[in-house]
Every structure is written in structure tokens, then in C-alpha cells.
T-cell receptor, first 111, second 112 residues
Framework: SQELEQSPQSLIVQEGKNLTINCTSS?????LYWYKQKYGEGLIFLMM?????EEKSHEKITAKLDEKKQQSSLHITASQPSHAGIYLC???????????FGTGTRLLVSP | DGGITQSPKYLFRKEGQNVTLSCEQN?????MYWYRQDPGQGLRLIYY???????QKGDIAEGYSVSREKKESFPLTVTSAQKNPTAFYLC???????????FGPGTRLTVL
């Protein structure tokens, strides 16, 4: 099965700063999903990307999928304490949405 | 409100006992999934079901069983054959039109 690498594993940023989280696959992806998780809670769906070069934004969060569909980035602009949590990328390797997940990026936003 | 519910939120069981985790959705989604999350690891797929009365093994199905008798429900049984059952279990369902997969709040199972 395919592996997803997320970087960095953890990140501390000052409130108001921008940040980027990366997710890299060894294979071409059918779809790439970004989720946010608070400790001990379920995953909150952020965005899904399917087409090479696709970019989506929601509020201050922007996700991109590269042309080869093997790498995605999640960018947060002007971070806020509410952005703190664990960000997980998941990849659809078969088209049936049997998602394979990265190990997550833990984000802390300091005041 | 539409969504996915999992119950209970916390579950404690003695070693050797079977336990069933509930997952219900009222989103009218055909596909449902069970994942397991361990500390420091990503989610791993246990079982999935694309349609009622059909389900398939995921990457770590050993020691688990499921049923899909109703569209709304996809219960997961953790059997005594599962060697390390203590984990956080997450259920998900998929919107087949938009291909978006949504998750429930999770059940934390602790085997004593």
C-alpha cells in the first residue's frame, strides 16, 4: 500500500504568522484529503483535491495538489489559536476511497 | 441535524471479551468505513462497505468483524482474537457524488 509522508511532524507558530504543511506520496493519487483533528475527537473534513494542479481555499486555509498528483500542501494564512490541532492528509489509492493516512502534523499557535 | 454518531465515546472491556462499537449515519451515504488510530500513527482501515449487505476487509481486518444490514448502520465488533484492541476507533461515511468522506466523533476503547 502507498505511504504518505507529512512534514513537519510538529509546528509552533506565532499568532498571525503563515505556515505550510506538506504531504508527499510515492504514487499518483486518485484524491487527496485534508482533515483537522482535535485530540481525542473525530476528523473534521477540510478539503479534497482530485485534479493535478488543483487549488482550493476555505477561509484562511488553502490546499494545493501538484501536477503529478503526488504532493499536496496546506497553507494557513495569518494563523489563529483556533487553527491549532492535528492536520492529517489522506490519499485515495484505489478510487474506492480506502484512504491511507499520513501520521499527522501537530500545530500549536502561540499568542 | 445530519451526521455520523458513534457510541459510546469511551468503552472499557476486560481482556478476552468481545465488544461492539456502534456507528450510525443519517446522511443517506452508501459507503461506510471503520478506521483505527493509534498514538503517533495515522489512521488504518479495518473494514469498509460500499453498499448494504456487502463489506470488504481493509488493511488490518484480523480480529474484527462487521455487518451492514441497514444503510444507516455499520457496527464493528472487536473480538478476543484482536491482539492489541486498545485504540481510538473512527467511523466514516462517503458522499458518492462529491467523493467527500466524513468522520464520526470516535470511540476510545480500552481493554484492561
Amino acid at each position: 500500500s502507498q505511504e504518505l509522508e507529512q512534514s513537519p511532524q510538529s509546528l509552533i507558530v506565532q499568532e498571525g504568522k503563515n505556515l505550510t504543511i506538506n504531504c508527499t506520496s510515492s504514487k499518483t493519487l486518485y484524491g487527496l484529503y485534508w482533515y483537522k483533528q482535535k485530540y481525542g475527537e473525530g476528523l473534521i473534513f477540510l478539503m479534497m483535491l482530485q485534479k493535478g494542479g488543483e487549488e482550493k481555499s476555505h477561509e484562511k486555509i488553502t490546499a494545493k495538489l501538484d501536477e503529478k498528483k503526488q504532493q499536496s500542501s496546506l497553507h494557513i494564512t495569518a494563523s489563529q489559536p483556533s487553527h491549532a490541532g492535528i492536520y492529517l492528509c489522506g490519499a485515495d489509492e484505489t478510487g474506492f476511497q480506502k484512504l491511507v493516512f499520513g501520521t499527522g502534523t501537530r500545530l500549536l499557535v502561540s499568542p | 441535524d445530519g451526521g455520523i454518531t458513534q457510541s459510546p465515546k469511551y468503552l472499557f472491556r476486560k481482556e478476552g471479551q468481545n465488544v461492539t462499537l456502534s456507528c450510525e449515519q443519517n446522511l443517506n451515504h452508501d459507503a461506510m468505513y471503520w478506521y483505527r488510530q493509534d498514538p503517533g500513527q495515522g489512521l488504518r482501515l479495518i473494514y469498509y462497505s460500499q453498499i448494504v449487505n456487502d463489506f470488504q476487509k481493509g488493511d488490518i481486518a484480523e480480529g474484527y468483524s462487521v455487518s451492514r444490514e441497514k444503510k444507516e448502520s455499520f457496527p464493528l465488533t472487536v473480538t478476543s482474537a484482536q491482539k492489541n484492541p486498545t485504540a481510538f476507533y473512527l467511523c466514516a461515511s462517503r458522499d458518492t457524488f462529491y467523493n467527500e468522506q466524513f468522520f464520526g466523533p470516535g470511540t476510545r476503547l480500552t481493554v484492561l
